[in-house]
Structure formats: structure tokens, C-alpha cells
């Protein structure tokens, strides 16, 4: 199943600029809202989207910059690429699955 979080961090990462988490989160809640995806307390998306930023971190994706208490993330742009295709592939997968159960329920 795609992950809507991971998409919209992704997608939000993958330009030139860097942020701090809070601003990051905010970004990616109102765009998971207008795809009507924000499911679960506010609360509970910040926590998951924190840890999906931290996995991301850790598989290379992102780089995080920490300067005094000020921490900073920065989409790797040759990894955001890779990222951006394979999150898109699954989605297409995902789409197709869920037709092809919705056709074979009609009949």
C-alpha cells in the first residue's frame, strides 16, 4: 500500500530548500488535508511524519543538518529522484489493484 506521508515528505523535500521540522510538518499536514489523507489526531501525523523523516534520513535521502539546537533537512536530490519513480510506480500498482477489485465486486 503506498504511504501518503512518505509521498508528500518526498515531494515537499525534493526541492533545493531545507526546513526545520515544524514547518516541514505544516507543509506536508495541509497537503495531505487537500488530498483529504490526514487521517488520525494531528498529534499522531506528527509523530509518524517524524519518523518516517527519520528512516528517510537514515536510508541516505536526506540529509539532516544540525546547527546549536536548530536541526535542518535537505532532500538529496539524485536519492529524491530514485524515491519519486518508485513511490509513483507503487501508486500506479496500488491504483490498478484497487480497479480491477472495485470491477470484479460489480460483476
Not at 533537512?73 to 500506479?92: F, Q, S, W
Amino acid at each position: 500500500m503506498p504511504d501518503n506521508i512518505t509521498e508528500e515528505l518526498v515531494a515537499v523535500l525534493s526541492s533545493k530548500a531545507s526546513f526545520e521540522f515544524k514547518p516541514l510538518f505544516e507543509i506536508v499536514l495541509l497537503n495531505l488535508r487537500e488530498r483529504n489523507a490526514a487521517s488520525g489526531g494531528e498529534e499522531m501525523l506528527r509523530l509518524r511524519s517524524y519518523e518516517k523523516l527519520q528512516g528517510l534520513v537514515n536510508q541516505g535521502a536526506v540529509t539532516r543538518t544540525v546547527n546549536g539546537i536548530t536541526k535542518k533537512y535537505k532532500g538529496v536530490a539524485p536519492r529524491m529522484v530514485g524515491l519519486k519513480a518508485e513511490m509513483k510506480a507503487l501508486r500506479l500498482e496500488w491504483n490498478q489493484k484497487v480497479l480491477a477489485k472495485a470491477t470484479a465486486a460489480r460483476r
